[in-house]
């Protein structure tokens, strides 16, 4: 079963962020969907939604892309079983205290939050790696990736230094 990634946007201005999400999930080769549902202007619609969503037996993980007053990731964490990561979009307003309403959630709600889009497209991989040998193999291929471009930063850093040392 083909796992799934189902990201749900608090509106239409939270597009961008979401489109840096799918970016990053496509590195990894998984599938996801995009939605529109706020739980404050459209309760019962995003209910809706995630009845179908839990009803579908794929393994799935839950990216919620909400800023502001960030009700979006709490109700949807409590109303599934499968993880939720928040990944609020970056703001100004408020001094950036609107973060908090992404931190902050009731006991027993437990979103995950990543502010970086690749990093809560990376965490969703991981996630469904757990069920999924071909995603754990892609996540394994991204990370020996990251180390090697940096292996090879450091040489490239250390021949410069030399250089210049030589030259001075």
């Known amino acids: 079963m083909t796992p799934l990634v189902v990201i749900l946007m608090g509106s239409r201005s939270d597009l961008e962020h979401a489109r840096a999400v799918i970016r990053a999930l496509e590195t990894f080769g998984l599938a996801w969907e995009l939605r529109v549902a706020s739980a404050h202007k459209v309760p019962d619609y995003l209910l809706e939604l995630l009845r179908a969503y839990e009803a579908d037996p794929r393994p799935k993980v839950y990216i919620t892309i909400a800023g502001r007053s960030n009700a979006l990731s709490g109700l949807v964490d409590g109303q599934v079983q499968a993880p939720v990561i928040a990944c609020p979009p970056p703001s100004e307003a408020f001094g950036g205290a609107d973060i908090f309403s992404s931190l902050r959630m009731p006991g027993g709600i ?4 990543v502010l970086e889009p690749t990093g809560a497209a990376l965490l969703a991989a991981k ?5 999924d040998p071909a995603v754990r193999e892609r996540v394994a291929a991204f990370q020996a990736q990251q180390r090697e471009r940096l292996r090879r930063d450091d040489q490239e850093i250390q021949e410069q230094v030399t ?3 030589r030259g001075a």
């Open 163 to 165: 250089a210049t040392a």
């Open 110 to 113: 437990a979103p995950a939050v």
């Open 127 to 131: 996630m469904l790696g757990l069920a």
